[in-house]
């Protein structure tokens, strides 16, 4: 028996908005409307495509919930069903960002790994390619039956160039690790907030008492301050005596690593949380010992950098969820211009390692609030 296509109800008053309904409107086959309306359309050109989505938009089109979710399930069974292709954008200003930085092939390896698991692939491009136009762009990624775009790599800038705003309108996009503001398109990163509340809490329960920051500023402008206000409103827990000022002054230290040695000397803190390895050296020229004298907690923790305590920011898992998001934009046929920006916070975890040592006297498993006081009563 064929299913009824949801026409005009009885004794309404109104149309229930159906492929017939659009088809009529477009002067189309439902048939042509429905393959129209699929993540993956075919034999169908994107003006017509975006005309029927359009129609489909106006007149207040909805997918069947239970069918759509219906039909994830037979989705997820078919493990190895090639679904389509994605773009992998570098936007780093490096070309060979993707392999030569420390941090970023972790994002490439979960968005891959992700990707793969729901039957896709990407194809890779770099961002600042030179003399490709968004016209390049747009006709590149059609050619291609791009369906979606994950831009990974932004380190350095949170704006993307003008000139592609036709790329991000076509194509579902979604960038990892920061919030782009312009445009603000959707995103997924680590919770640096929360990150910074969780590494000064491990400090408090290792004994310490006067955790500091060392921060460049230009990185936490990135991420919109959640770094410093983390550390500000976790200080704010303490006696304003044990409330270590920022040390911000990364570039001087640079070229003149005596411009930490005076902050070290002036404010003494007994643990320092960072994001920078540059940190050990500038301790060693001023003498420090770690973690005798000094503890160093790494906000963003390292494979390959076992023996430093920090916080395991699971890159990999955020470009997972990058992925995961992309694909529900394409099922769901959200585009920029017409959804809410929206964000996934991935939680950091706790890595114990040898930049860290357990203050005598001090004990383990007590609650925040007592950890904040114990600390006050040193």
Not at 41 to 52: A, D
Not at 143 to 151: E, K, L
Not at 201 to 227: K, N, S, W
Request: aromatic share 8%; with cysteine; hydrophobic share 40%.
């Amino acid at each position: 028996m064929r299913s009824p296509d949801p026409s005009p109800a009885g004794g309404s008053g109104r149309d229930i908005p159906s492929l017939r309904l659009i088809a009529q409107k477009a002067g189309v086959s439902r048939t042509t409307v429905a393959e129209a309306l699929r993540p993956s359309p075919k034999g169908v050109s994107p003006v017509l495509r975006e005309r029927i989505r359009q129609i489909a938009h106006e007149v207040g089109y909805r997918t069947n919930p239970v069918l759509s979710h219906f039909m994830a399930q037979l989705r997820r069974n078919q493990t190895h069903s090639f679904r389509g292709k994605l773009a992998m954008i570098n936007g780093n200003a490096d070309r060979e960002a993707f392999h030569s930085h420390p941090t970023i092939p972790s994002y490439v390896a979960g968005c891959e790994r992700r990707a793969e698991s729901l039957g896709y692939n990407f194809d890779r491009f770099w961002l600042h390619e030179p003399k490709r136009s968004a016209a390049d762009w747009l006709r590149i990624f059609r050619t291609r039956a791009i369906q979606g775009v994950v831009i990974v790599g932004l380190m350095d800038q949170v704006t993307l160039p003008p000139h592609l705003a036709p790329l991000w309108r076509e194509f579902p996009t979604m960038v990892t690790g920061l919030r782009t503001r312009s445009p603000v398109l959707p995103f997924s990163c680590v919770d640096h907030h929360a990150l910074v509340l969780g590494a000064f809490e491990q400090a408090l329960e290792l004994g310490y008492t006067r955790p500091a920051m060392v921060l460049d500023p230009v990185i936490d402008d990135l991420v919109e301050g959640r770094f410093s206000t983390g550390m500000l409103m976790a200080q704010a827990r303490m006696p304003a005596r044990q409330r270590i000022p920022l040390f911000c002054e990364m570039e001087k230290a640079r070229r003149d690593p005596l411009v930490f040695g005076h902050w070290l000397k002036e404010h003494k803190p007994d643990v320092i949380l960072t994001l920078y390895n540059v940190v050990f050296e500038w301790l060693a020229a001023a003498g420090w010992s770690v973690p005798h004298d000094v503890g160093v907690i790494q906000l963003e923790w390292r494979a390959s950098r076992p023996e430093i305590a920090g916080m395991n920011q699971h890159n990999d898992v955020v470009g997972e969820a990058a992925v995961d998001m992309l694909v529900n934009q394409i099922y769901h046929h959200e585009y920029f211009a017409e959804s809410f920006p929206r964000a996934t916070l991935i939680g950091a975890t706790w890595m114990d390692g040898k930049s860290v040592r357990r203050q005598k006297g001090r004990k383990a498993g007590s609650s925040r609030t007592a950890k904040v006081r114990e600390a006050a009563q040193v």
